[in-house]
């Protein structure tokens, strides 16, 4: 068991910033990450020497570290109770964590669409391509296709193509518009932007377009374009052997869901998200704090800055100094509304799945699947899961959420907000068993070691 | 080979670059396959490729259920597919 005054649950920018903020004011802070380096996914280490993202993350760790911030990595978090506990699992053992206060820093993860030949083998996200190229050097395959929208396509393709990779194709449903002009307003960007230009200047890039299926024996080889909207036959491109999908990114919300945390939906933020105050990240839960992509998508930036806001914030409610508001987060956070108008959030691709086409990858729960339950009076997404057993596997709905939200707006016309999402239950990952007895011994009465399931 | 270890994979050795994901070694060895999908029994592979989707499966020194893409090689490691 280790005490701390506040755990901050993840290593990213935002989990960063709050470290050092809260750390600096002189609160005891144990950083928990499920990975085996701090950094998250955008200051992913260990840094190459070229690589000058990777290098500022890595200065942030260091900074982190000297100033006596600890660390516990490969913890991979399944659980949370009041007062606060967090059970975690590190090398298949169980490790518990006791603080007096919480920042959620768990960030977001690739936003899934379920189209025909989403399961083929080789079909993965961008993000998955980016982990393998930065941590083990290898390549998703010889000749992909990135499709989705957003800019962190370009980011990846950029990466794919200093890899040697070939990128047969750059599919974005976005049509960059006259809102392009507005980033004369954010020159501290240029040089970020140029990079990125750079990195993807000559490639094949097909604005307004979708994949609409990728085809293949027992993995993908083919991929079908179609306009967006409206889904008209736009080609295919061959001798594909992977298939980069990515529609932005959803906040990863299984630990706020699970310590009560007030959420909202908007698709403009990835969807449901917490809801934080924007200058000190409180949360509904007194005592829980969280910030970046967890309180809606908006980058590496504004999580850096709102990790500082939140970490300051938590450390002075423990009587650690007086919070500080990090300069610049507001002018970040334009950039982010500039972002979002360039690439606005795709509706409507619940359109992009037929009857057969797997909603839930866990239970190979189909559309059609879907569509009985909502004929039987299904309107929920604990509705369905009830029904078809779409949410029940491991994913917990990580994965199925957005696909089974666009299926029911686009058959059902029901609102995501309406339809609601699949709650975190206890264990949040899958646990040895020894792992749970063992906590559960030292839970005070009344308190359960696991969900109750229903 | 020198830079690379032996694992087993399904009970044949293999040598490859120490350090990396399973994921990355299965990959690495022309793999994209590695388990079947409950209902359909249909072909699945990397998905997330960051610990969520639980799609990469496999068996690791006897456990089974350990994520692919979390799971780094070591020496003698024994890697089972679906």
Redesign the interface.
Known sequence: MTQTDIAVVGAGPAGLGAAIAARRQGARVLVVD???APGG?YWMQPASPGNAQAREGAARIGEARSLGVDFLTGA?LWAAWPGFRLGCVVD?AGREVRAKSLVIATGA??RPVAFPGW???????P??????LK????S?GRRVVLAGSGPFLLVVAGQLRAAGVEVAALVEAARPGRSLLRALAFPERFPEMAALLRGVAGLPVRFGAVVAAAQGQ??VERVALARWPGLAPAGTVEDV?ALLVGYGFRP?VDLSTLLGCRHAHDAAKGGWHVVADPLTGATSVAGVFAAGEVTGVAGARPAWLGGLAAGSAAAASLGFGAAVAPAGLTRARRFAAWLGAVWPPARGLGALAGDAT?LC????VTRADLLAAVADGASTAAAVKMWTRCGM???QG??CGAPLADALEQAAGLDPAAVGRNEARIPLR?VPVEVVAEVAGRLPDGVPALSSQG | MSGTIEILVDGAPVRV?PG??V??AL??LGR??WRR????D??????????????CLVTIDG?P?QRA??A?IHPGMRVETG
Not at chain 1, 119 to 125: A, H, I
Not at chain 1, 135 to 138: A, K, M, R, V
Not at chain 1, 361 to 364: F, G, H, I, T, V
Not at chain 2, 42 to 55: K, N, Q, S, T
């Open positions: 499920a990975f085996a996914q991979e298949g993860h690739d399961t083929l083998p080789g079909v993965m996200t993000g998955a391509a980016q982990r393998l941590l083990d050097g290898t998703p027992d993995r052997d990863q797997i990858r866990c239970e190979d596997g491991p994913c990580r994965i899958p | 670059r990396i994901s994921a990355a990959l690495g994209t396959a999908s409950p209902r359909q249909a072909a699945r592979g990397l998905f997330c490729g960051m610990g969520v989707c639980f799609e456990v259920g893409c979390l780094r």
